[in-house]
């Protein structure tokens, strides 16, 4: 398992240091699927990805979390994107994956796992191919999106995912996760 890990982990490095060196022309998102749409995230706030694994059920917490992991002696929120997004859950398949990601949360940093049906590649961007969230003449919840990125001919949908997974949703979450891995002690 330790090698998947690293070996999945090791491309999203990469990414993130180039990312960091090209400065602001074209960014790096790495790209996945949830529910057969391709949505993404800026490599700068990835930490890893690990394959899916049991998750430990917290009580009552909002049922997008969908538990937690220990990562490293860590308890880690995991959020059900699909459920985030309003759609059922994700049905867990051997390429299901947690993208490990770092969030603010009320000023303070920190991991979080995001379940997806599976990580599909790292892409670059050019600031020139990303449009602004696109104005639907009702009223949606748009908050979640930075934009829409256009990658050979498709449409990328791209997430800010400090507002998908909000602050003070989640930090309700991750004090019942501090409190429960206390109980647990």
């Not at 937690?68 to 299901?96: C, E, H, M």
Request: charged content about 20%.
């Amino acid at each position: 398992m330790q090698g998947i890990e690293q070996t999945r982990s090791a491309p999203v490095e990469a990414a993130r240091g180039a990312e960091a060196a090209r400065g602001a022309e074209a960014s790096q998102y790495l790209a996945f699927l949830l529910d057969r749409e391709t949505f993404a995230i800026r490599i700068l706030v990835i930490r890893e990805i690990i394959e899916h694994r049991p998750l430990t059920a917290v009580p009552m917490m909002p049922s997008w979390i969908a538990g937690v992991i220990n990562l490293r002696g860590a308890a880690v929120p995991v959020v059900d994107l699909s459920v985030r997004f309003g759609r059922p859950a994700t049905q867990v398949t051997k390429r299901t994956c947690i993208v490990i990601v770092e969030v603010d949360l009320g000023g303070q940093r920190r991991n979080v796992g995001l379940v997806v049906d599976s990580v599909q590649a790292v892409l670059e961007i050019a600031r020139r191919e990303i449009e602004p969230v696109p104005a639907f003449g009702m009223k949606l919840n748009t908050e979640f999106l930075t934009g829409v990125g256009k990658v050979d001919g498709k449409f990328v949908i791209l997430l800010n995912v400090d507002r998908v997974v909000a602050a003070e949703d989640l930090a309700a979450a991750s004090a019942g996760v501090g409190a429960a891995g206390a109980e647990a002690s």
